[in-house]
């Protein structure tokens, strides 16, 4: 069985005026709801059910379900006092029913044939960038798997919000977040530092995506920018 997790609780206070009414995933690009193109790609790669976290604005989520089969909802109700740990943490059971993507939901993806090069094994989706980047990134070791997750790195694979997880991993995920959720600085994690915490457990490697495959659009600025530029193939 084949199962996504869809983070959209997040308050989208990088793209306001736009989300004071209507959260951040349910934005148009190209004309389309941002979310809608994940869960696009999400049916075409053959996931059975997905799982969408809602928060913030959580009840304009619901059409969905009648439009896309296998669609779930799962409410945060730390959505605004805890970092996206909080996210993953509320799907956490979802994590012990087999193999899993976790994905952020204000993407938006033209091509989702890079979902299908992981070749079954768990992976970080990444684009490489060259020099800097202040963005979140992955580190790899001789073997090529992932030894470091986190912001800032040089000639790095930059993170595109999109991973999967084989059912193993997927319950040391499971365990992990459960056994960090509510102590220390959990507020202010990021699921993602979690992984990074248990690299030990963990082997993850990376798979490669292409340019204009999957844009990562967080500003009003960005949008309007996208929206004005060529069309990728949808």
Not at 28 to 41: D, F, H, Q, S
Not at 122 to 142: H, K, L
Request: glycine residues 8%; proline residues 3%.
């Amino acid at each position: 069985m084949l199962n996504a997790i869809i983070m959209a609780s997040g308050l989208g206070t990088r793209m306001r005026p736009l989300t004071d009414s209507v959260p951040k995933p349910l934005i148009k690009a190209r004309g389309i709801p941002m979310i809608e193109t994940v869960l696009n790609a999400m049916v075409s790669c053959g996931v059975n059910n997905i799982y969408i976290v809602v928060g913030y604005l959580g009840d304009q989520f619901s059409y969905l379900m009648n439009k896309y089969p296998g669609i779930h909802i799962i409410k945060n109700d730390d959505y605004e006092t805890v970092n996206n740990i909080s996210s993953v943490y509320a799907a956490r059971e979802v994590l012990s029913l087999g193999d899993c993507f976790i994905c952020e939901a204000d993407l938006f993806i033209s091509d989702p044939s890079f979902l299908k090069e992981c070749s079954g094994s768990t992976c970080y989706f990444g684009r490489f960038v060259p020099g800097f980047s202040g963005d979140w990134v992955f580190e790899t070791d001789s073997h090529g798997f992932i030894s470091r997750v986190g912001k800032g790195g040089t000639d790095c694979y930059n993170m595109v919000g999109v991973s999967f997880f084989r059912s193993e991993d997927a319950l040391i995920l499971k365990d992990a977040i459960e056994k960090r959720y509510g102590h220390g600085d959990y507020r202010d994690l990021f699921w993602d530092d979690v992984v990074n915490e248990n690299l030990d457990r963990l082997k993850i490697r990376i798979s490669s995506v292409k340019d204009g495959q999957i844009t990562e659009l967080d500003t009003v600025e960005e949008l309007n920018e996208f929206n004005s530029s060529p069309r990728d193939a949808l």
